[in-house]
């Protein structure tokens, strides 16, 4: 027995020596600079150990308009891009003809770079000196006024953000919607139309509960990927995030390190933690939520 134990841990050796250097050290790197204060990059040298770090990035305007952009992505664009992409997978699952077809259709933007998908929303979206862009002049077509998208007021912005994001992620969520719906075990609605149940009732007491599971897996990993934006809002706004005032955490620990405002591990470290910990204290909500109301 204690020899199947030995080779059970050689066989998880790779993944632990991978994850110990590639996760654990990272963390463990990150949490030692954050409580560094005072941190050059230069001389490597710091003056005292506490929490100022945590007390500035909290303080900044900012880190906390970041945080804003952050918390609207999320909550606009995870339950919308869900809603929509059941109602999509239902009407898919529907058809019989050309149902191949329109999945690959659906799933195109997925297998698209991001980048130059933002370049085309900034394009249609975009007020130039030659141009309103397309979508203001369907806009103006219906008698309406034109609207800067991309540089005009924060609403405006935070519109094209959300619909660009919603774009971006909602393949994938057809995909995997579509999987689970067509796995549901047909015996069940057949029982139910025998004692005439209606569509409504079906839907809701048996389609919703058997892809609970998809739909839980979906929603926490929308969290998560809505949490680490940043490419995405760099292809609508470019690099200067702030100045637009679009910037995300991640958008602004990256540029604690790199970007103009560079060159303060200590203050990236922290805002990373803050963000570790927002996720994580989401994910374990929806955890706790997933106990209740997520079929098994």
Not at 18 to 39: K, Q, T
Not at 155 to 176: D, G, N, S
Not at 241 to 247: E, I, K, Q, V, Y
Request: charged letters at 10%; aromatic letters at 16%.
């Amino acid at each position: 027995m204690e020899q199947k134990s030995m080779k059970g841990w050689l066989y998880l050796l790779p993944a632990l020596i991978f994850l110990g250097v590639f996760m654990v050290y990272p963390l463990a790197d990150v949490f030692v600079y954050s409580i560094e204060e005072g941190y050059n990059s230069a001389s490597q040298t710091y003056y005292g150990v506490g929490g100022y770090n945590f007390s500035y990035v909290l303080h900044d305007p900012y880190f906390l308009q970041a945080i804003k952009n952050t918390f609207l992505l999320v909550v606009i664009t995870v339950p919308i891009s869900t809603g929509i992409a059941l109602l999509i997978s239902l009407g898919l699952t529907s058809i019989t003809k050309f149902r191949d077809f329109f999945q690959t259709v659906f799933f195109l933007p997925y297998v698209t770079n991001t980048l130059a998908i933002g370049l085309v929303f900034m394009i249609l979206f975009k007020k130039t000196p030659y141009s309103d862009g397309m979508v203001n002049m369907l806009i103006s077509a219906v008698g309406g006024s034109t609207i800067d998208f991309i540089d005009g007021p924060y609403w405006a912005k935070m519109f094209v953000l959300c619909f660009y994001t919603i774009w971006i992620v909602m393949p994938f969520k057809i995909l995997i919607l579509t999987s689970a719906l067509v796995s549901v075990n047909q015996d069940y609605y057949n029982a139910a139309r025998v004692d005439g149940t209606s569509k409504s009732r079906i839907f809701w007491k048996i389609t919703l509960p058997m892809i609970s599971p998809s739909i839980f897996y979906l929603i926490i990993t929308g969290f998560i990927g809505a949490f680490k934006a940043y490419s995405d809002v760099v292809a609508l706004f470019s690099t200067d995030l702030n100045a637009a005032g679009m910037n995300t955490i991640v958008g602004y620990v990256y540029d604690m390190l790199y970007g103009n405002s560079g060159g303060y591990p200590s203050y990236a470290s922290a805002a990373a933690l803050i963000l570790f910990v927002i996720v994580l204290t989401i994910t374990c909500i929806n955890m706790l939520v997933r106990r209740k109301h997520v079929y098994i």
